[in-house]
């Protein structure tokens, strides 16, 4: 990948080339096509497994770790140190670590101080260094600890397509449209999305993570048919304070993708003045979503509180209509809907099937639960032709 994005900077790939990636291989690093248009990025080959595009580092040898007092590991992962500390990915601009995968196990119990960590696998990231609670070496026995680095996959611009790659493996978003000019025309498809999230926020307290993330300022723009597990945040969400010139969103469209383990399927905010009415579009179809709120981040973050939802809604400032129509969401941990401000002006949200337990809100901020759903649907004008099932 780093070849790949030096040769698009120097511009010996043209526009409308095709990237292919070797299948059943991982492939460390990002997608950046910077302005190089009409990119598409593939894989190839017969191996069962699709080529894996990350920006995890990885420790594997106890040599790696220092000891940083009793129980505690450190390990310097800045770019001078790899091939002797750690392996993988290189950042330009970030040593961050977002998460810890050990196993098959995401752990997310990030402390600002190496004096909080009192449990296993609760760590700190400062700086270029990464401290790690253990009882015995991290890396005892061979045993392999992926640092999920906080920058995002994927940067998706204008005319790039992403087919049938995994794209797994940041502390960030793993998807996201760029916030530096527009996006007219993108397709990501037929992906493996996710483990991703735990970077701080710009207030440097907030923690963060999509799956796929469309910035205001984009249009036509499909993602359709993946899979995104394991999000921090949501696995779709469109959000961004409104453009100065043109529409915010104009045809994006998230239809038939499978999200699993993540804290929201759906998540929308805009700021700004409101444009003319229904000028801004995004739909959400087709998508079949399980157990809102099961994110390996639902236990350490610090606002979790209704967030345990379907769909989330915080500011409405741009109005943009919002069609969520076909969708299967079944199981969520506090709620089908949270809407901070209200439920948007613009959404139409209808034939769905919901299915909930008896207990779980349909709207965090109302008391109803599904036994009650007809009176909700009356009071918010949402779902009147969806169907409700009972989940024990």
């Not at 076909?326 to 919901?354: K, M, Q, R, W």
Request: hydrophobic share 35%; glycine share 12%; with cysteine.
């Amino acid at each position: 990948m780093a070849r790949v994005n030096a040769a698009l900077t120097a511009s010996t790939i043209a526009p409308g080339s095709t990237v292919r990636l070797r299948r059943g291989r991982r492939h460390p690093g990002v997608i950046r096509p910077g302005t190089v248009g009409a990119l598409r990025f593939e894989s190839w080959g017969d191996e069962p497994e699709p080529p894996v595009v990350t920006a995890y580092k990885y420790v594997q040898a106890a040599a790696c770790w220092t000891r940083a007092g009793d129980g505690l590991w450190s390990v310097d992962i800045s770019a001078a140190n790899v091939g002797r500390t750690h392996h993988g990915y290189v950042s330009s601009w970030t040593t961050e670590v977002g998460f810890l995968k050990v196993g098959s196990t995401l752990h997310g119990d990030r402390k600002t101080d190496p004096s909080a960590l009192v449990r296993d696998w609760q760590f700190t990231s400062r700086g270029s260094v990464v401290t790690v609670r253990c009882a015995t070496n991290p890396s005892a026995g061979g045993r392999r600890v992926w640092l999920a680095v906080a920058d995002p996959i994927v940067e998706v611009r204008s005319g790039l397509s992403v087919r049938d790659l995994a794209v797994v493996g940041t502390g960030r978003n793993a998807v996201q449209t760029t916030s530096a000019s527009r996006t007219d025309g993108a397709v990501v498809r037929d992906c493996i999305i996710g483990e991703a999230g735990g970077a701080l926020a710009s207030d440097g307290v907030s923690r963060m993570g999509n799956g796929v993330q469309v910035w205001s300022g984009a249009s036509g723009v499909l993602v359709s048919g993946n899979t995104i597990v394991d999000c921090w945040d949501a696995a779709m969400t469109i959000q961004g304070p409104g453009v100065a010139t043109g529409v915010s969103w104009s045809n994006v469209e998230f239809n038939g993708n499978s999200v699993e383990r993540t804290m929201q399927t759906f998540e929308y905010w805009s700021t700004g003045g409101t444009e003319s009415a229904g000028s801004s579009t995004c739909s959400v179809r087709g998508n079949r979503a399980h157990d809102a709120g099961s994110s390996w981040s639902a236990a350490v973050r610090p606002d979790r509180a209704g967030k345990g939802s379907h769909l989330l809604f915080y500011a409405d400032g741009v109005r943009p209509r919002l069609a969520v129509r076909g969708n299967d969401f079944s199981g969520a941990a506090h709620a089908y809907l949270y809407a901070h401000d209200g439920v948007p002006a613009g959404l139409t949200s209808d034939e769905n099937t919901i299915a909930l337990a008896d207990s779980v809100r349909l709207q965090w901020q109302r008391s109803e639960r599904l036994p009650e759903h007809r009176a909700w649907s009356a009071a918010t004008g949402l779902e009147h032709r969806s169907t409700f099932t009972s989940l024990p």
